[in-house]
């Protein structure tokens, strides 16, 4: 019986790292969706204000359109120079922004796949941690059995002696009823002596019990 609730218990362990298992696999695949949801909102909506910040500076920065004066209109005079290094300057500026968000999610990415890999490593020694459980509950389930087998041999052995000793019990209760009836006879008047011998024989005669 002792036995038997052990391994239930046993069944009722496992079960449950199973479970606990699963749910953390379930867990890790819904932050790793959740987390990669939100940073992708976090970056499109950080490009798109950047991107309506960079247009309306662009339009701040157009010129107002009016009769252009001739050296503007082949592009050599000074302002015309001036409007070009600023939307250069703005075009290194975005692509600067760019580059900064490309490397945020370079970073996330390295992040995630960190963070994945850890979860992954927990979950593998879980496993192990599981399957060495699984092989000391066997090995405790055979030990068991051997012990149940060598107790009921035992218990065996130990009634075999329990019926070897009653009839040894028997037997000396018989040869001292016999002694004490030979005693009597060989105490009354006119008794034949040879109930005397007899009376020896049964005193003498040793008792013997297998085990």
């Keep these: 019986m002792h036995a038997e609730e052990q391994e239930e218990l046993s069944s009722r362990e496992r079960a449950q790292l199973r479970d606990e298992l699963t749910a953390l696999r379930t867990h890790n695949n819904d932050l790793m969706t959740k987390l990669t949801k939100y940073k992708v909102k976090q970056i499109v909506a950080a490009m798109e204000s950047h991107q309506k910040r960079c247009k309306r500076k662009i339009s701040s920065e157009k010129p107002v359109v009016r009769p252009k004066p001739a050296f503007l ?10 409007q070009r290094l600023r939307l250069a300057l703005a075009a290194d500026l975005l692509r600067g922004r760019c580059r900064s968000v490309d490397n945020a999610i ?22 192990d941690q599981l399957t060495e459980s699984e092989k000391l509950t066997d090995l405790h389930e055979v ?35 016999a002694a004490g009836l030979a005693a009597q006879r060989a105490t009354r008047p006119g008794t034949p002596t040879h109930n005397c011998s007899c009376y020896g024989y049964v005193l003498n005669t040793p008792l013997t019990v297998a085990f």
Aim: one cysteine or more.
């Design 143 to 177: 030990k068991n059995k051997d012990l149940e087998s060598e107790t009921q041999r035992m218990r065996s052995e130990l009634e075999a002696c329990r019926a070897r000793l009653e009839g040894a019990e028997r037997a000396a209760a018989e040869r001292a009823t």
């Design 106 to 127: 370079s970073e996330i990415h390295t992040h995630l796949a960190t963070n994945n890999k850890a979860l992954q490593e927990a979950c593998t020694l879980l496993e």
């Design 73 to 82: 209109k082949i592009g050599t005079g000074p302002n015309a120079w001036s």
